[in-house]
């Protein structure tokens, strides 16, 4: 069983940044890869990154790719990721996600277990 808390989530301008802050309690966090995933209210859930269980691998949602960056720390169960120039369509309540497998998935199907979220809020 792992348990994700998300953090850093808030109010900022168009153009700002954030930071956001997963951290996983339980057993063998490196053992999974870690996603990012949002959720616009009347829309269905959204990939954002992934990162593989090393942290040598990472993916993007082309909507974030050169804005956006997933990294983890595995030596304190946390995964991180850092939103620079953000838009209005930012925002949204981000969700981190973890995933079994070695490289992690776009699918939010294929993750186990998932964090309450985090609102992001950016103003124009």
């Known amino acids: 069983q792992v348990q994700l808390v998300e953090s850093g989530g808030g109010l900022v301008q168009a153009g700002g940044s954030l930071r956001l802050s997963c951290v996983a309690s339980?057993?063998?966090?490196?053992?999974?890869?870690m996603g990012w995933f949002r959720r616009v209210p009347g829309k269905d859930r959204e990939f954002v990154a992934a990162i593989s269980r090393s942290g040598v691998r990472t993916v993007y949602a082309d909507s974030v790719k050169g804005r956006f960056t997933i990294s983890r720390d595995n030596a304190k169960n946390t995964v991180y990721l850092q939103m620079n120039s953000l838009k209005p369509e930012d925002t949204a309540v981000y969700y981190c996600a973890a995933d079994r497998s070695v490289y992690g998935s776009s699918d939010h199907d294929e993750y186990d277990y998932w964090g309450q979220g985090t609102q992001v809020t950016v103003s124009s």
């Open positions: 339980g057993r063998s966090f490196s053992s999974y890869a």
